[in-house]
């Protein structure tokens, strides 16, 4: 959670989840969700400020000489609902 502390007595919090869950040694998904609640306006608002879903799938591992490695195929889907303007976040890209 991120607190900033507005003039006038007013907060402003936003609160961030971030994980993976791995459905198969060969197929994982990333996400993030991003909720903000602030009084600023003299009355508590909040809502959902983006939720970005990346599934990943690792078709095969290969070798190549003293190496493993694996390749990648992914997506990166990002839901905006239109209230990021009322919010400061910062989505790192990996």
Do not use: C, Q
Not at 29 to 41: C, E, F, G, K
Not at 42 to 68: C, M, V
Request: hydrophobic share 35%.
């Amino acid at each position: 959670m991120t607190s900033n502390d507005l003039e006038g007595g007013n907060e402003r919090n936003v609160f961030s989840v971030e994980g993976a869950f791995v459905f198969h040694p060969k197929f994982k998904v990333n996400y993030d969700a991003n909720y903000w609640r602030t009084d600023v306006a003299g009355s508590t608002e909040s809502g959902w400020a983006d939720l970005r879903i990346k599934p990943i799938y690792f078709p095969r591992a290969r070798r190549w000489p003293g190496l493993i490695y694996r390749t990648a195929v992914g997506l990166d889907l990002r839901i905006d609902t239109g209230n990021v303007d009322k919010v400061s976040v910062t989505v790192p890209i990996s």
